[in-house]
């Protein structure tokens, strides 16, 4: 069985070598095949290699000659930008000067045109003084105007004053008297009324009669029932002195009463007068006389007995009144107290020396009660008085507010005025310097274009020649370059033969590398193939071997064949297995053979794309160095700075590749149309560079002298707002005295317009002299404002004297007291200054040192009196020294030196 199955595997083998061999000879003929391919191919390659090299001589050579061209274009193009830099030099300093010339006329033609309205501005600015002249005389006349009005105001105001102080007087005075005849009413009022009746009297009135009931039957003393007008008071008392401090009672049976309780008691005399009693017929009394019960008033329980008592006396005017022969029954009394009767009895009462009685002092309490009922509507009348004049001075003061105000808005309107009339005057005197500068200006720009027309035709010739030389420069351009580039066409053309035949010769290359790859995988394959046969063989031989050797066991075996049929047994069991094993293997190994087939197809198939992209892969890197090469030429780019740059970015989608080339000839296009660098540039940049940082350092060289120009105004103002505030404070501490001295009192100061701005604004002068308001100088008289001028001076002169001082004809306002205090206070002066006062007065002449007098002697000749005065002689020496000259004055003056 083994020998059988030694056969079986020898047989296979066998036919496996047989198979082998048929395939040895396939691979033979194929590597046959493939090395006479790979013959031919090297001879194509070496063919292709040569002419390869001659193209790249060629190329060379063309190279040699292409930058030689480039060289010498270089050169003559350089020589074209000289000459264009050169050109654009001139040319720029011509259009320099063209635009100087242009600039020169239109500043010209603007300096004419402002030449002219200018003189139209002076013109108009003239008008406009003349007008602002008019409305500052308008303006300071309504000043003056105003300050009539306000002095009007302020004498109306001073008028109301006084009214208002007479009726404060008056008001006061009528005061008094009602105090005064108040406190007499209340003393007559104090006062008991019995004090001035007998005690009997007073006795029956306190009620200490019992049959008598006070106020029913007791009716009080007869001069508390009874008055009469003032000008019957004293006929009254006349008639009734009698009766003056008689008591009333009811009746007569009361009067008996009273007469018994007196004359028991012995309380003192009394009289008495009872009211009910018989009423007898009066005769009718003579005419002009007036029956004194008609005119005395009276209570209606005592009517009756004053018509008793009084009916029959008649009053008359005076003495010479009384009728002759006296009336029968009648008792006649003048009103001065003066009294006959028809029983022959005359008298004359005097009312001051009835005082003590009632009656005399019931007239005493109603005058004095109708006095102060008089008094109290008078004081009423002057309190409405006193009211009126108030409104009156307060309407005053508001009309001399308002007039003051007004006179301040004219005021302010006058300043305007003259501030707008100085702002003319300035702008007029501005627009004249600007004429006669705009002239000059036009006179400059006249001698620039004299001078600028030789630079020009210089400059002209010059860019002609440089105009033929560029002419020339161009054409040799123009020539170059057409050879230039007919030589990189043929550059072109010899570079694209060179990059193919480089490529066909890569091609080659690749192709033999290929061809030569599958030799030795052919010739792999055949020594494969001739070992696998060499393997087979070996193993027919082993198997053979292996027959002889179990035959011979065999023999040896049937001797033990008992013995070993049992480990037959068992071997086979072994070897079936083996069996099983063997064929799985084989079947693995075909798989394996299989598998080896389709990838020995697959390598050859990725060696032959390797091939391709080898191919691909040589002329894609001769396109890549052609592109470079280029890039180098055209663009002067190396490929790392091309490298270097950042992808472009796109407004739009990317453009392809024509768009590209299409804008880059376009970009080229106008590149050359653009003509030569300007290799000046540079230069002239830098020059511009320097120009403009010299020039911003002098800008901030002059910002920071301005800023410290400004710092240091700033600091003299503060230093001068400083010091001028105090030396105002000063000299408004000065001015109060010295203006006191002068005016012998009153009061006065100076206050600045606006605080906030004292070195700018006004200084308003306000005094008041002795008995008059607080007022603005302007209001004063001459003498005050010369008083005022003086002591504002004499002021400013006690902080810091002149030596040297002229007051013209000071004193003409000044009466001769207001003229002795101002030389006296003028002497205070005379260790510190020299004062020359042109005088009439004589006093101020009398106090000066040295006079000097101008007089005229003779008509149409003057002449000079000079006199010295010193201390230590009372007798000055007089010397004349007269002197022709005309006398425009026929009045005689003196200068007086103190």
């Not at 493939?34 to 390659?45: C, F, P, Q, R």
């Amino acid at each position: 069985q083994r020998i059988e199955e030694h056969q079986a595997w020898a047989k296979r083998d066998e036919a496996e070598i047989e198979a082998n061999r048929v395939q040895l000879e396939e691979k033979k003929r194929e590597l046959d095949i493939i090395s006479s391919s790979l013959a031919a191919l090297t001879a194509e390659k070496n063919d292709a290699e040569k002419r390869m090299n001659e193209a790249l001589t060629a190329l060379e050579e063309h190279l040699r000659s292409l930058e030689e061209t480039r060289s010498a274009l270089h050169s003559l193009r350089s020589e074209q930008v000289e000459a264009d830099n050169m050109y654009s030099r001139l040319q720029n300093e011509l259009v320099e000067l063209e635009s100087r010339q242009r600039n020169a006329e239109i500043s010209r033609e603007r300096l004419l045109a402002e030449r002219s309205q200018i003189a139209r501005s002076a013109s108009e600015l003239g008008k406009k003084l003349s007008e602002t002249d008019a409305a500052a005389a308008a303006a300071a006349a309504r000043e003056a105007a105003m300050a009539e009005s306000l002095a009007r105001a302020q004498d109306e105001v001073s008028q109301a004053q006084r009214r208002l102080t007479e009726c404060r007087s008056a008001v006061e005075a009528v005061r008094a008297q009602e105090a005064s005849l108040a406190a007499r009413l209340e003393m007559l009022s104090a006062a008991d009324p019995s004090s001035d009746f007998p005690q009997g009297a007073q006795a029956l009135i306190a009620g200490a009669c019992p049959d008598i009931k006070a106020g029913e039957n007791m009716l009080g003393g007869l001069a508390g029932r009874i008055r009469a007008p003032r000008e019957y008071q004293a006929a009254m008392e006349t008639a009734l002195r009698a009766y003056l401090d008689a008591v009333l009672v009811a009746s007569e049976r009361d009067g008996r009463a009273a007469l018994s309780f007196l004359e028991k008691g012995q309380k003192g005399s009394a009289r008495l007068m009872f009211v009910e009693a018989g009423q007898h017929p009066l005769p009718e009394p003579p005419p002009g006389t007036t029956v004194l019960a008609d005119v005395v008033q009276c209570d209606e329980a005592v009517a009756p007995l004053v018509r008793r008592i009084l009916g029959n006396v008649l009053v008359v005017e005076s003495v010479a009144s009384i009728p002759d022969p006296l009336p029968h029954g009648f008792v006649l009394v003048t009103k001065s107290g003066a009294l006959a009767r028809s029983d022959g009895v005359m008298e004359f009462w005097c009312p001051g020396s009835a005082q003590s009685n009632p009656v005399s002092r019931r007239h005493q309490f109603d005058e004095t009660s109708s006095a102060l009922d008089a008094v109290r509507r008078e004081l009423a009348e002057r309190q409405e008085a006193l009211r009126k004049a108030e409104e009156a001075v307060a309407a005053a003061e508001a009309a001399r507010a308002e007039a003051m105000k007004k006179h301040q808005e004219a005021a302010i309107a006058r300043a305007q005025r003259d501030a707008e009339r100085r702002m003319v005057a300035a702008d007029a005197a501005a627009v004249r310097e600007k004429l006669d500068t705009v002239e000059w200006e036009i006179k400059s720009l006249s001698e620039q274009d004299e001078s600028g027309r030789a630079d020009r035709e210089k400059i002209g010739r010059r860019m002609k020649e440089l105009s033929e030389q560029r002419e020339r420069l161009t054409a040799d351009i123009a020539e170059m370059s057409h050879d230039l580039q007919r030589i990189e066409e043929t550059h072109t053309r010899l570079q694209s033969e060179a990059t193919q035949r480089q490529l066909a010769h890569a091609a080659l290359t690749q192709k033999i590398e290929h061809v030569s790859a599958q030799a030795q995988a052919a010739r792999s394959r055949i020594s494969e193939i001739e070992s696998a046969i060499a393997a087979r063989m070996a193993g027919v031989a082993s198997y053979q071997e292996s027959v002889r050797r179990l035959n011979a066991e065999i023999l040896e075996i049937e001797s033990n064949l008992d013995r070993w049929k049992q480990e037959v047994q068992e071997r086979q069991a072994a070897v079936e297995q083996l069996h099983r094993a063997a064929e799985a293997r084989a079947a693995e190994l075909a798989g394996m053979e299989k598998t080896l087939s389709a990838r020995r197809a697959a390598l050859e198939e990725k060696r032959s794309l390797k091939a391709e992209q080898d191919i691909r892969l040589t002329e894609d890197r001769m396109r890549r160095q052609n592109l470079l090469d280029r890039i180098l030429a055209d663009y002067s780019l190396t490929l790392e700075t091309f490298l270097a740059e950042p992808p472009p970015q796109w407004d739009g989608p990317s453009p392809t590749l024509e768009e590209c080339e299409a804008k880059l000839a376009e970009l080229r296009t106008k590149l050359e149309a653009m003509g030569p660098v300007n290799l000046v540039a540079i230069e002239e940049h830098k020059e511009l560079e320097e120009r403009y940082a010299f020039l911003t350092a002098q800008e901030a060289d002059l910002t920071k002298s301005k800023q410290q120009l400004m710092d240091f105004i700033r600091k003299i103002d503060a230093t001068t707002s400083e010091m001028f505030a105090k030396t105002f404070a000063q000299v408004n501490e000065n001015f109060q005295t010295m203006f006191s001295r002068l005016f012998n009192g009153g009061t006065a100061k100076l206050v600045l317009v606006n605080e906030q701005d004292m070195l700018e604004c006004g200084i308003e002068i306000l005094v008041r002299p002795p008995g008059k308001r607080l007022q603005n100088v302007s209001l004063l008289s001459g003498g005050e404002r010369t008083l005022t001028a003086v002591a504002l001076l004499f002021a400013i002169y006690m902080i810091k004297p002149s030596p040297f001082c002229l007051l013209d004809e000071l004193d003409a306002a000044l009466d001769e007291s207001n003229i002795g205090r101002f030389v006296n206070v003028l002497k205070g002066f005379t260790n510190q200054s020299q004062f020359v006062i042109i005088t009439h007065n004589r006093q101020s002449i009398a106090a000066a040192n040295v006079v000097y007098g101008v007089t005229m002697r003779e008509k149409g000749v003057s002449s000079i009196v000079s006199m010295r005065f010193r201390d230590d002689s009372p007798a000055p020496d007089t010397q004349a020294s007269p002197e022709e000259a005309p006398a425009p004055e026929p009045e005689p003056s003196q200068v007086s030196q103190q």
